[in-house]
């Protein structure tokens, strides 16, 4: 049987618990545990995040940094994050390949298409750290852009809300959930949700962007099993 390939950008938001604001193990362990269930159906790719450390605009800006050296520091956060994301995946089961986009060979491999090939030849899940490996762009962006790299039949973003909104639901009650949006209706609006860089490269390749929930019970399973789950971008 063909499995699915899937791309899910995971922020680091995900290794901090909500409650003490303090890193925490328990959501990337539900991950891994999601992945190997779907496993004989379905090749993960992971994008993660460096929001729990470090994002450039966020931190660097308030520090009054350079913003490309900001961006550097974000970069970095996502390395650390992928490391306690492979540790954990491999407690869990889950054979993992760790690659870096920003040189640092001790931490993960290279990315080329030789190093991804190996990787998905073994089974293993892919997880993408050091974003692009360059400054002003997004781990969004680098979502996608590894979603092509891998041929991803989809690009799942796992957030914290259960769809794309008019409007963010968390600060406006009459904000809507929209199942399906186009390409050219998430550039033209403000969703967001994704950074614009990100939805003009998924138009070009016509990558399906999913959006949903991380952290509700379950997300990744019923995002492969039910065709309505989040909303989407085609
Ligand atoms: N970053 C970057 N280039 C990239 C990807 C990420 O410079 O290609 C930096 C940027 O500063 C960003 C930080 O890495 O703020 C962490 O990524 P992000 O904010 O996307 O993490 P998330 O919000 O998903 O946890």
Redo the contacts with the bound molecule.
């Keep these: 049987m063909n499995k699915k390939r899937i791309l899910l950008k995971v ?3 995900i290794l901090i618990d909500k409650k003490t604001a303090l890193l925490c193990d328990k959501g990337v362990r539900f991950i891994a545990q999601q992945i190997k269930y779907l496993s004989e159906t379905h090749y993960f790719g992971i994008v993660i ?4 450390f ?4 966020k931190h ?1 800006t308030k520090l009054g940094i350079t913003p490309s050296v ?3 520091i ?2 970095l ?2 390395m650390m994050n992928g490391l306690i994301i492979k540790d954990l995946f491999e407690q869990e089961g889950v054979s993992a390949s760790l690659f870096c986009a920003v040189p640092a060979p001790e931490v993960g491999a290279p990315i080329s298409q030789q190093t991804i090939k190996t990787a998905l030849d073994k089974g293993n899940c892919l997880i993408f750290s050091g ?12 979502a996608i852009l590894r979603g092509l790299q891998i041929e991803a039949q989809e690009v799942w973003k796992g957030t914290h809300i259960d769809g794309i909104y008019t409007a963010d639901p968390r600060k406006d009650v009459h904000a809507q959930l929209l199942k399906h949006v186009t390409y050219q209706e998430a550039l033209k609006s403000e969703l967001r949700i994704m950074d614009a860089t990100a939805f003009a490269l998924a138009k070009e390749h016509h990558l399906k962007i999913r959006v949903f929930d991380i952290f509700k019970e379950n997300s990744l399973v019923y995002a492969a099993t039910h065709e309505d789950f989040g909303s989407t971008v085609e």
């Design positions: 922020t680091g938001e995040g460096g929001g729990n470090f994002r450039g605009s660097g900001g961006d550097q974000g970069m956060a996502t974003g692009t490996g360059n400054p002003f762009f997004t781990t969004d962006t680098t």
